[in-house]
């Protein structure tokens, strides 16, 4: 069963930076996209960007492109998100997922807030 876990979360000040994480866990990810998505308070689940954990490729949605960087641990089983250059319009519930290559579903982690104060 397929278990991810984040941290890192909290509340910084515009321009500050971020790190946080996600422990996968219940199988081997290899041919699998871990992927990052926020939510902010009323509005739709948007997506971050993503990372393919066997080759690394990774993707950006073109507002966090340039202050955004996802990597992963395979040692780990983690995934960060590191997040520079921060405004106010950052600020959602974070999560973590996952989804095999050949699939579109999508397994989710509980989420991770991140405020960023003007």
């Known amino acids: 069963q397929v278990r991810l876990v984040e941290s890192g979360g909290g509340t910084v000040q515009a321009g500050g930076s971020l790190r946080v994480s996600c422990v996968a866990s219940g199988r081997d990810f290899s041919g699998y996209i871990m992927g990052w998505f926020r939510q902010a308070p009323g509005k739709n689940r948007d997506f971050v960007g993503s990372i393919d954990w066997n080759y690394g490729t990774e993707f950006y949605a073109g507002s966090v492109k340039g202050r955004f960087t996802i990597s992963r641990d395979s040692a780990k089983n983690t995934v960060y998100l590191q997040m520079n250059s921060l405004t106010p319009e950052d600020t959602a519930v974070y999560y973590c997922?996952?989804?095999?290559?050949?699939?579109?579903?999508?397994?989710w982690g509980q989420g991770t807030q991140v405020t960023v104060s003007s």
């Open positions: 997922a996952t989804r095999w290559v050949g699939e579109s579903r999508w397994y």
